[in-house]
């Protein structure tokens, strides 16, 4: 895939980012407050939904929060269920709700965000054990759905997450999951892609600060190995579902997307893979990227065309 240019926009922020501290060096608690501040400050203003609500509903280990946020449209509607990035370890249903809202205006879909656990005090399984019960409940009790459209996305550790699901949901009989749209995913935690190296010190994650979330989240070697961690460690990946994967030039993730895209199609999946000239995390960045808003707007259009939003 010919390398896309970068531009000016995205040089400034890769200046100012340069020489962030390395995850280990911040208390979680920290980051995690960091992240929610400075998602403002890359943001546009949150866009209006007819409806936006807080939800819990029952897990296997107690009680997960939900945010629905559901538009004007005609019922029942498709659905896509959002699960957020940041290492497993930061991020919110807060850190995404102008992404979840701008999904769910201009993608004329019901998004729900789930607002799972996370590592280190929650380690997997536990962020799938979430996500898999807000899958399950958005599949068979959520009202006003039409459980024939239901999408799964998630950006970053969220995308991995969103794999998993298409995964597990194909092995377990359900629920049906129409399409997969993933952003930037980690998906082996071997780490051991060319694009580690080519972009071991990336400005927003280096090879280093990557390969520290997934110790967070599957300190095990074992665990690690598992499919449902590592999906490209998956043997089969026929009957998924068909596939967005938007990745980043400048991001040391890059090649696990790419490599995701071309076993879906290998395997007879259909997908649709974009890199764009941006790092990783930039999604979020829509206020001061025009990548960010492009990537934004190419997001809901696949989704409506997969979807079948009129």
Same mark, same amino acid.
């Given at each position: 895939?010919?390398?896309?240019?970068?531009?000016?926009?995205?040089?400034?922020?890769?200046?100012?980012?340069?020489?962030?501290?390395?995850?280990?060096?911040?208390?979680? #608690? #920290?980051?995690?407050?960091?992240?929610?501040?400075?998602?403002?400050?890359?943001?546009?203003?949150?866009?209006?939904?007819?409806?936006?609500?807080?939800?819990?509903?029952?897990?296997?280990?107690?009680?997960?929060?939900?945010?629905?946020? #559901?538009?004007?449209?005609?019922?029942?509607?498709?659905?896509?269920?959002?699960?957020?990035?940041?290492?497993?370890?930061?991020?919110?249903?807060?850190?995404?709700?102008?992404?979840?809202?701008?999904?769910?205006?201009?993608?004329?879909?019901?998004?729900?965000?789930?607002?799972?656990?996370?590592?280190?005090?929650?380690?997997?399984?536990?962020?799938?054990?979430?996500?898999?019960?807000?899958?399950?409940?958005?599949?068979?009790?959520?009202?006003?759905?039409?459980?024939?459209?239901?999408?799964?996305?998630?950006?970053?550790?969220?995308?991995?997450?969103?794999? =998993?699901?298409?995964?597990?949901?194909?092995?377990?009989?359900?629920?049906?999951?129409?399409?997969?749209?993933?952003?930037?995913?980690?998906?082996?935690?071997?780490?051991?892609?060319?694009?580690?190296?080519?972009? =071991?010190?990336?400005?927003?994650?280096?090879?280093?600060?990557?390969?520290?979330?997934?110790?967070?989240?599957?300190?095990?070697?074992?665990?690690?190995?598992?499919?449902?961690?590592?999906?490209?460690?998956?043997?089969?990946?026929?009957?998924?579902?068909?596939?967005?994967?938007?990745?980043?030039?400048?991001?040391?993730?890059?090649?696990?997307?790419?490599?995701?895209?071309?076993?879906?199609?290998?395997?007879?999946?259909?997908? #649709?893979?974009?890199?764009?000239?941006?790092?990783?995390?930039?999604?979020?960045?829509?206020?001061?990227?025009?990548?960010?808003?492009?990537?934004?707007?190419?997001?809901?259009?696949?989704?409506?065309? =997969?979807?079948?939003?009129?």
């Amino acid at each position: 895939m010919q390398k896309p240019m970068v531009d000016d926009q995205v040089r400034e922020v890769l200046r100012r980012a340069a020489g962030a501290p390395h995850p280990a060096d911040v208390k979680v #608690e #920290e980051a995690r407050r960091g992240l929610l501040a400075a998602v403002p400050s890359w943001s546009r203003p949150k866009r209006d939904v007819a409806s936006v609500r807080d939800v819990e509903i029952p897990t296997s280990a107690g009680f997960v929060r939900l945010r629905l946020y #559901e538009p004007d449209i005609a019922r029942p509607a498709p659905a896509i269920l959002y699960l957020h990035g940041g290492g497993w370890v930061r991020g919110s249903i807060e850190t995404h709700d102008g992404l979840c809202r701008e999904l769910a205006a201009d993608g004329r879909c019901v998004v729900v965000s789930v607002d799972y656990r996370l590592a280190p005090e929650n380690p997997y399984p536990a962020p799938l054990e979430d996500t898999w019960a807000a899958l399950q409940w958005l599949a068979n009790e959520a009202p006003g759905v039409d459980r024939s459209r239901i999408a799964v996305a998630g950006d970053s550790a969220g995308g991995t997450l969103a794999v =998993a699901l298409t995964l597990r949901a194909r092995e377990e009989g359900g629920p049906a999951i129409a399409f997969q749209l993933l952003a930037y995913p980690p998906l082996d935690a071997a780490c051991a892609t060319p694009s580690f190296t080519e972009h =071991a010190e990336g400005a927003m994650l280096t090879a280093a600060a990557m390969r520290w979330y997934w110790a967070q989240y599957a300190p095990d070697p074992e665990t690690a190995a598992s499919p449902y961690v590592s999906p490209l460690r998956a043997n089969d990946l026929e009957g998924l579902p068909p596939a967005f994967v938007l990745t980043c030039e400048l991001d040391p993730v890059r090649d696990d997307g790419g490599l995701w895209a071309d076993r879906l199609r290998a395997a007879g999946v259909a997908v #649709e893979h974009r890199r764009y000239p941006a790092m990783h995390i930039m999604l979020l960045m829509d206020g001061i990227l025009e990548v960010a808003r492009r990537a934004r707007a190419d997001l809901t259009a696949t989704l409506r065309r =997969a979807l079948r939003v009129e």
